[in-house]
Nanobody, 118 residues
Framework: QVQLVESGGGLVQPGGSLRLSCAASGSIFSRTFMGWHRQAPGKQRELVTTISGGGATYYVDSVKGRFTISRDNAKNTVYLQLNSLKPEDTAVYYC????????????WGQGTQVTVSS
């Protein structure tokens, strides 16, 4: 069982930055694939970025060059640095985890709200 707790959301102006954190429980974190998803009002949840235990990353095209995922295996924590934020980045951001490189995400955090508005 993996438990995930996100933090770091908030209100930011367009062009601003935020850093989200996701703290994970469990002793196998270093072998866990981690992801960040988001869900905007009235839209389906979408995958934003992933990172493997070894640090290999994936980003959806809409955030490439603006968002950066990273992890600290010693702290059981994954981060999402959000730069050059746009109003369309407004969403609830969810941390997720799985033990395989593909397939469904069985573990989810509670979500943290990111609002980009002037």
């Amino acid at each position: 069982q993996v438990q995930l707790v996100e933090s770091g959301g908030g209100l930011v102006q367009p062009g601003g930055s935020l850093r989200l954190s996701c703290a994970a429980s469990g002793s196998i974190f270093s072998r866990t694939f981690m992801g960040w998803h988001r869900q905007a009002p009235g839209k389906q949840r979408e995958l934003v970025t992933t990172i493997s235990g070894g640090g290999a990353t994936y980003y959806v095209d809409s955030v490439k060059g603006r968002f950066t995922i990273s992890r600290d295996n010693a702290k059981n924590t994954v981060y999402l640095q959000l730069n050059s934020l746009k109003p369309e980045d407004t969403a609830v951001y969810y941390c997720s985890a799985r033990l395989s490189p593909s397939g469904r995400w069985p573990y989810w955090g509670q979500g943290t709200q990111v609002t980009v508005s002037s």
